[in-house]
Structure formats: C-alpha cells, structure tokens
C-alpha cells in the first residue's frame, strides 16, 4: 500500500515536498516512481528512486529542480520539489515497481501498484 501525502499551493519559485509511505512491500529492492498528469494531459515520469542501491533518476524537465529520497525508519520516499513551475501543477501519483533493481519512469508498465494522488498547483 503507497499513501501520498504533501500536495498543495505555492507561487513560481517556491518548494513543497510529496511523502509516499510504504507498506506491505518485503522485497530488498523495488523501485518507487513518481509521476504526473497535467489537466487533459497523459501521465509522465518526474524521476524515481531504487530501494536497492539507493540511487535516484529524474526526468530532464525537473533535474536540478526535484530531489527523491528516502527515509529508511519510516519506509517513506519524498519528492522535494524546489524552484516550482506554473507547468509542475498536477495531480502527483507515486506507485512502486516490484520487479526491477533499477527504476525507471520511461514508461510506467511496470508499476503495479499506485498511491492515490495529490494535488500540486503552482501560480502566482
């Protein structure tokens, strides 16, 4: 089970950070993928993080502008989201991915498993 938590307002220029609690998940390595879904658009990867290595991989529209992480304790990744864009608001959606070492979001086939979403809108 993924719970998200996080979303939210903030003008151009400003942070918010995303919270994705695991549950249930036994495995040593999977993959936690961020991604979102702009009003009438398709859903698209921002970057994900591998629970195995502890390595992360980000979209180029957000490199440089969002960290993934992790909190080992509390089984939670976040998505630190700096120098926000008006183009960043949408509904972010985390999901993990059980059967690779290495994540990836191109492409979200091998997500199985999804949190609900939350809401990040950006404007001035």
Aim: with cysteine; net charge neutral.
């Amino acid at each position: 089970q993924l719970v998200e938590s996080g979303g939210g307002s903030a003008q151009p220029g400003g942070s918010l950070t995303l919270s994705c609690a695991a549950s249930g998940i036994t495995r040593d390595y999977y993959g936690i993928g961020w991604f979102h879904q702009a009003p009438g658009k398709e859903r698209v990867g921002v970057g994900c993080f591998s629970i195995g290595d502890g390595s992360s991989y980000y979209a180029d529209s957000v490199k440089g502008r969002f960290t993934i992480f992790r909190d080992n304790a509390k089984n939670t990744v976040y998505l630190q989201m700096n120098n926000l864009r008006p183009e960043d608001t949408a509904v972010y959606y985390c999901a993990a991915d059980l059967s690779s070492y290495k994540c990836s979001v191109v492409g979200d086939f091998l997500y199985k498993f999804w949190g609900q979403g939350t809401e990040v809108t950006v404007s001035s």
